[in-house]
């Protein structure tokens, strides 16, 4: 039985099939390796650099407030004795400083006796009219403040400081927070403490709508799959001051839903959160409300606010795989054309063998006549086709003879 012969062509493209096979997986892994390491950092890097750009819009809106405030500090230390005039004073710091959305000053106990046991002049923005600015003596509200934590620790500590959130008292839902400062006297002598609000919710706002475009531009999969970066910002207890789910707001406490992943230390992170530490642009992995994500995070000058961006670690993951796989296929497509190109070159290339067998065969079979087919390159199949010919043209002249 004639054993059946194997295809030149096909053993040569499979052996060279088989190398570039072992070659490109080794080059793969090396790309696709670094290629998603690369991407990691890459939008590490946005969202760190979007973290950052939304700090600093935070701490210009400090910046109005601190600006609006200190403006009129000098007029009104020096106003002290005219009671009446304060209510002025209060509708333009509110007027000047465009995220101040109310300002009052309170006195300490008996400070003015025509006034009564406490007086606060205070002025506020009206939510419906932004442009229109109402004042009254808050005192008359019947709020002791002179009893409350923000009010003495400000105569405690005589310095400007943030205050804990806490809610608009008109409305009971407006979560704000107040620039408190001490009112001296001439004779140095704390008399009142000067408190200019911004409303917290318009914190969040501007937050949600930072993470909406990021989400929308960066991560085009960010809603179908719910890998949407989060920003928010706590204080330095760990409780929410803004959060997209209002909810949480001044309720939960970040730092309690804070769990490790993948060896990452929660302690320590704290720690450099509470000290000032910056992240270094190549965060850790950390379990948030159970879901495993990367954190982002820089103090905001000047207050004891940390502003915090979340970005679930699906988001990130899933852009370096996206990554890894599209210049995987860069580099697998153009082999398998080359691995079909040269298929296809070398069975034109041998085909002048096939037809040399064919020939030989012949000439086994006494068809001395055949004619040889034609090589158009010089090269060895020419060389065996030409000593082919050779030896065909000796057959026939010993036949001839014979």
């Known amino acids: 039985m004639e054993k059946k012969r194997k295809s030149l062509v096909r053993r040569l493209t499979g ?26 950092q890459f939008y590490s890097e946005i969202y760190h650099n979007k973290m950052l750009v939304t700090n600093e819009y935070t701490r210009r809106v400090i910046s109005d407030v601190y600006v609006a405030v200190t403006n009129n500090l000098y007029y009104l230390e ?63 509200t019947g709020r002791d403040y002179l009893h409350a934590d923000w009010f003495l620790s400000v105569l405690k500590s005589d310095s400007a400081q943030w205050s804990a959130p806490f809610y608009d008292h008109y409305d009971d839902r407006t979560t ?28 969040t706002e501007k937050l949600n709508k930072a993470d909406s475009v990021i989400n929308k531009h960066k991560m085009f999969m960010a809603s179908k799959f719910e890998m949407k970066s989060n920003s928010f910002i706590i204080n330095r207890d760990g409780k929410y001051m803004t959060h997209s789910d209002r909810s949480r707001i001044m309720k939960d406490n ?25 992240d270094n642009k190549k965060p850790e992995r950390f379990l948030v409300n159970g879901k495993e994500c990367f954190l982002f995070y ?23 795989y996206l990554n890894g796989i599209t210049v995987l296929l860069l580099v697998l497509l153009p082999l398998l054309l080359l691995v079909i190109v040269i298929y296809f070159y070398m069975r034109n290339a041998v085909k002048p063998l096939k037809e040399l067998v064919k020939v030989a065969d012949d000439i086994v079979d006494g068809k001395l006549d055949t004619h040889m087919p034609d090589i158009k390159h010089n090269d060895e199949i020419c060389q065996l086709r030409d000593a082919m010919e050779e030896i065909q043209g000796i057959l026939s002249h010993y036949t001839d003879h014979k």
Not at 311 to 320: H, Q
Request: negative net charge; aromatic residues 12%; contains cysteine.
């Open 15 to 40: 052996t060279f099939l088989i190398l570039t096979t072992i070659i490109v997986i080794f080059i793969s892994y090396v790309l696709f390796y670094l290629e998603t390491r690369a991407t990691r």
């Open 78 to 140: 020096h106003s002290l004795d005219k009671p009446d005039s304060l209510r002025v004073t209060m509708e333009r710091i509110v007027e000047s400083g465009t995220r101040v959305r109310s300002c009052g000053v309170s006195f300490i106990e008996n400070y003015y006796p025509q006034k009564g046991q406490q007086y606060c002049p205070y002025a506020w923005r009206d939510a419906a009219y932004p442009d229109s600015v109402h004042s009254q003596d808050k005192s008359d």
């Open 176 to 203: 704000l927070s107040a620039y408190m400062v001490p009112i001296h006297d001439q004779a140095g002598r704390i008399v009142a403490v000067l408190g200019a609000d911004v409303s917290l919710d318009w914190f």
């Open 254 to 278: 970040f730092f309690l839903q804070l769990g490790t992943c993948d060896g990452s230390n929660t302690e320590g992170l704290i720690n450099k959160i509470l000290n000032g530490i910056e």
């Open 298 to 320: 820089k103090p905001v000058k000047y207050t004891q606010w940390i502003l915090v961006t979340v970005v679930p670690c699906k988001a990130i993951d899933t852009l370096c």
